[in-house]
Every structure is written in C-alpha cells, then in structure tokens.
C-alpha cells in the first residue's frame, strides 16, 4: 500500500506537449495529427500517473482550507467518512473546513482512496503531540491520510462512536470515539488522537524515492508487504515539525506514527472530561494534604508529601498503562508542592509566633526546652486558673539575715546570683517551673503549665541535686573569700490551684493551697531536725524510686491533722547497705519512742549523738524523750509532736 504525503493538485503540462499540441492547431499535415492522436495517450502523463495509481491500493493526500476569507476548492474530494445530521451542526467541534485543494479528478477516481495532510494541531509550546484523524467540511466527516491508510489496510469502513443525545444537549461533544476493524480508536473533541511516537526521527526506515525510480535500491525488500509513505523530509521543504523527541522531525513519519497506532490499537486517550478529571485529581491530593500537613511534623509533612506525589505518579501509570488515559499530573504535583511549600512556610512563622507568644507567657517561670514542647500544641495552655494535684518546693537560705549583714551590698548580690543561677538550672533541668524568688527562698513548682505524671520524683530529684549543688557552690565560695551557706528545701505534693493571679496592677503565674502552705512548712522543719530536705508522706508516696528515712509525725502550725515527714536520702540502687542499715536502727528506736518506752529510747537515741546525720535529730528525740518521762503524754497519745512556728 501507498500513501502520499503530497497534493497533485496541478496538470503536469510540460513545454514540449504544448509546443506539439500548438504545431498541430495550425497548418500541419494531416499525417503530423494523426500521429500526434495516436501518441496522446502516451503522452499524457496525468493519465499516466492515474494508470499506475489504479493498478494497487494507493491512499492520495489533499488538504482543507479554514480561512474562511479566501477559501477555495480545487480538484477533487474522495468519499466522506461520515455524515452528521443537522442537529449536532452547533456541537460539532471538529477543525471545520471552508475549501479544500485536492488532486486532479483524473487521479483521485484512479485511487483507492484519499485522507487530508492538513497541518496537525500544534500545543501552545509548539510541540506537535496531538494529529486530527477527522476534518468537518459541509456536515461531511473525511479521513486523515493515516486514517485512510489504515481502514484500506484492515478493508473496513471508520465508523463514529456517538455519545448519548442528553449528553449532547448539556454540551458534550457528539463524537467519541471511532471503530475500525472491531478497534476502538479515541479521539478528543477535535477529532484528534495523541501520536503515539516510537522515537525519535529515523524510527521508521527511510528509502530514497530517487532510488526507487532509477531502480538502484540496495535493499528492495524493505517495501515488500509494507506499508509506503512518500513524502517530503529534506530541511527547506516546509513540512519538519517539533515533536516531544526533537525540534526536526519530518511531517510524513507524524503519519507513520498515527497508522502504527491504528494497526496496534496503541492509543491513549484523552477525553473531553480530561480537564474535570484533572481537576478532581488536583482537588483530592489536595485536600488531602491541605488537611493532613498541617497536623504532621516538618519530617512527617516531608515524607507524605513525597508518598502522596508517588501516590499520583502510581496513580497516572495505572491509567497510562492500564485504562490508557493521558491525565496530566503536572498540576497535581505542583498542587502538592505548593500545598507543602505553603505548609512549611506558615508552620515556621505560626510555630514562631506561637514560641514568641508561649516565651512572653511562660519564659520567665519554665525553661527554654518547655517553652519548646508547649509550642508544639500552644491550645492546650493558658494562664487560667485550674485545680491539678501538684508538687512544690520550698528552698531557704540558712541564717541569711545575719549572713546579710556581714557583707556589703554589691558582695551580697554577687553571692546571691551566684546561688540563684544555678540552683534554678537544677530546677529546670528537673522539668520544674520557678514560681518566685522570695528574697534568699527560691519557690518552684512540677505539674503545669505541662502536665507530669511524675511531678513528684522530679521534684524530690531537684531537692537532692540543690544540694549536690550547694557543695560545690560553698567550695567555690570559699576559694572567692565569700561565707558558706546551708539551705533546708521543703516537699510537699496535693491538689493545688495553679494560674495567673494577681492584681489589675501586677499578675504572676503562681500556685496556691493548704498544700503549698504545708511545703513551706515544711521547708522551715528543716533546721529543727537537722536535715537538708524534708518531703511530706504524700511526696514520698507518689516516688517510690527513693530512700526516706522517717523523721516525725507532726502537726505544723495552721494544720490540724497530722502529717508524716520524712528526710530523702536518694535513690535506692545509689545507697549502701550501712547507710541504709543505720536508718533501720534509727527507726527501730523511734518505735520505741512511740511506744513510750522512755528509758529504754533516750538510751538508744543518745547513743546517736555522735553520728553526724543523726546528731540532731538524736538530740531532738533525746530531749522529748526526757520531758515525757517527766510528765508522760497519757495512753491516748498518738506519737504526734504539734510545731507551734512556722
């Protein structure tokens, strides 16, 4: 079979034929005109040419004209495809023609057939990926070349593929689709198919049609039982086109493509919901991200932004490969970028803001490591007032009046921010919020603004660490000519109210309770038994991770019910068995205290004397020991000694 990407729309009249046909107008013999008739035949080569062409299947290209200010028609149409009825005349959206160049009748009655090489349709970037298999001239419906060439090669006729009518009357275009061969070939609504390329130009063998002619073809099996385009590819001869495999690619190897599509059924289509489709596509990964990057991490937002972007390339290749359906993805991808660009753009200036606002409100109370975790979820605190069971601590300069009173005031302040600085790292460093400096006292607190399930062990570990602190500090103290100091740091945990409260002239982030009330209490026993660190029973409870040596059952001043206080030794896998052992005996004789067993407790307790930890608190229990065996408490007493200062 033969297609010809060339239009014969001229006679081939040469010099010669006219100057013989003028000789035998004129006064030549009549022998010269009888001659001239019987060589006619032979001499015209339009008839020729139609000879040849009838002798095999041979395709004749023309083309159509859509200037419709100088339209013309030329030559002659082979047979339309299709009619469209009268109806769809406003819905037809096929290129429409107003004139057409087509061969010479001569010819096109010799050829099998015939199919249009208009120009194909070009993308705004100038790139040719689309080919019209159809063109609209007077309701009539005709075949491209390749579209011709491949209903010639299958002997079928191109049947149209129309939509429902109420399709049509919402505004959809009639056609389709085309059938040929039992294949379903999908067009857009210009009637157009996207070229399925092979490759770049050269994909398709070239032959010389010179050498054809002469007959010097090295390789003349390469026509046999093949499909034959002649056509133009030669730079300068105007029909190169930019394709998506290069800005060179002969017009007539487009047709090539087109008709390997027809014979492979191995187009992809493009309908003319592509554009909604495109747009839902766009709307869904959007949504999706729109609603999840907001919740995720920078590294979460990361990583699904990527998976959603593989999501919609897995998604196009289904279609390509699969349903062959040509969805664009370029806007669904920059649609997720954007939505990720945008996302981590306002996440840092919200997550900013957010830090700023949470530094303004919290800062000067909890450290810089928690102002950073409660930006991350800003809703979920605020200066309002609220009961939560809580831990506070109670830390106090030993004899700082008179200590106060040997220094100067630039020395006495440098000796104070050289205590409070790190004495409040060991609060923050132990999760803790500073409430206030009270003077030489330091006031903290555990369980707000961020709740802590361990409020308790976090605050008893900051008390021993003061105090590792402190011996540190002294030494330094000494070395800078400066008085050592001795602190006593009071614990107590309960229900407290915890929020912003103050004045309309001055507010402060602060907790307040009997439960705070008894951890300053608490604080002040330190210097009565002797001990760096007193928690009370319900600080003890909740963290179990430490050793306590039980001091007393006492009733502080503004308590009427009893509390059990108790020294913090440390955590139990750091204590020796010695250590621990004489807190048993300790405790064994204060059993014998409560059991008013006089004699036999003064005696143990003043065997403590001189042990330095118990030193003290020996002394303390010796002395009472001695005053109830003078005057003994009764049988209803309940081992509760009541503190009548605070």
Not at 427 to 447: L, N, P, Q
Request: glycine share 8%; charged share 20%; with cysteine.
């Amino acid at each position: 079979m033969v297609g010809f990407d060339v239009v014969f729309a001229e006679r081939d009249e040469s010099a010669d034929i006219s100057m013989l046909n003028a000789l035998a107008s004129g006064d030549s013999d009549e022998a010269f005109r009888r001659r001239l008739e019987e060589l006619a035949p032979q001499l015209d080569r339009d008839r020729i040419f139609a000879d040849a062409l009838a002798e095999g299947p041979v395709i004749l290209g023309y083309y159509f004209d859509t200037n419709e200010e100088k339209s013309f028609q030329a030559g002659e149409l082979p047979f339309e495809a299709f009619t469209f009825s009268e109806s769809m005349a406003d819905s037809v959206y096929l290129p429409s023609a107003h004139g057409y160049q087509a061969p010479l009748p001569v010819l096109m009655q010799s050829a099998y057939s015939g199919g249009f090489v208009s120009n194909p349709l070009i993308d705004t970037d100038g790139i040719v990926r689309r080919a019209p298999l159809l063109h609209e001239f007077e309701l009539n419906a005709y075949e491209s070349l390749a579209l011709a060439v491949g209903a010639t090669y299958f002997n079928d006729i191109t049947l149209p593929v129309f939509v429902e009518t109420s399709a049509i009357e919402s505004g959809y275009p009639p056609l389709e689709g085309l059938e040929l061969a039992g294949n379903h070939i999908p067009i857009d609504s210009q009637g157009a198919v996207l070229v399925p390329y092979r490759g770049p130009a050269g994909s398709f063998p070239y032959v010389s049609a010179n050498a054809v002619i002469e007959g010097t073809l090295e390789d003349a099996e390469v026509l046999r039982d093949a499909i034959v385009l002649v056509g133009a590819t030669a730079p300068g001869m105007g029909d190169l086109r930019s394709t998506p495999f290069g800005s060179i690619y002969p017009g007539v190897e487009v047709h090539a493509n087109v008709i390997a599509g027809i014979l492979d059924n191995n187009f992809r289509w493009q309908p003319a919901y592509t554009r909604a489709a495109e747009l839902l596509a766009v709307v869904v990964f959007g949504l999706i991200a729109g609603l999840c990057l907001p919740l995720l991490s920078p590294i979460w937002s990361t990583v699904s932004v990527f998976g959603l972007m593989a999501a919609a390339l897995a998604f196009n290749f289904y279609l390509w490969e699969v349903e062959r359906h040509v969805l664009p993805l370029a806007a669904t991808i920059a649609t997720l970028f954007g939505i990720f660009l945008i996302n981590m753009v306002f996440g840092y200036v919200f997550e900013s803001r957010t830090r700023s606002q949470m530094n303004s409100l919290f800062g000067q109370y909890v450290p810089p490591d928690l102002v950073r975790e409660m930006a991350h979820d800003p809703q979920h605190y605020s200066l309002a007032s609220e009961k939560r069971e809580m831990s506070v601590l109670f830390s106090d300069i030993r004899g700082f009046t008179s200590l106060s009173e040997g220094l100067e005031p630039v020395e006495l302040s440098e000796l104070m921010n050289q205590y409070l600085t790190p004495m409040t790292k060991v609060v923050h460093e132990a999760r803790g919020t500073i409430d206030k400096y009270i003077g030489d006292a330091i006031m903290a607190f555990w369980g707000a603004p961020i709740e802590d399930d361990r409020h308790a062990y976090h605050a008893v570990l900051a008390g021993l660490h003061m105090l590792e602190a402190l011996t540190a500090m002294n030494k330094r103290f000494r070395e800078e000519n400066f008085p050592e100091i001795h602190i006593g740091v009071g614990i107590n945990t309960g229900f407290m109210s915890v929020g912003n409260m103050g004045s309309e002239f001055r507010r402060a982030y602060t907790v307040l309770g009997d439960s705070v009330n008894l951890g300053s209490r608490l604080e002040g026993l330190t210097k009565v038994y002797g001990v760096g660190i007193i928690v009370s029973e319900e600080t003890a409870a909740k963290a179990p991770e430490f050793f306590y040596h039980e001091l007393d059952k006492v009733r502080v001043k503004g308590k009427v019910e009893p509390v059990t206080i108790f020294e913090a030794i440390g955590l139990h896998e750091e204590l020796d068995q010695e250590h621990l052992d004489r807190c048993m005996e300790f405790r064994n004789v204060v059993k014998l205290y409560r059991e008013q067993n006089w004699k036999d407790a003064a005696s143990m307790f003043e065997k403590f004397h001189e042990h330095d930890r118990f030193s003290v608190l020996s002394k303390l229990y010796y002395e009472r020991t001695q005053h109830f065996h003078d005057n003994p408490p009764g049988d209803d007493w309940d081992g509760v000694f009541t503190h009548l200062a605070k």
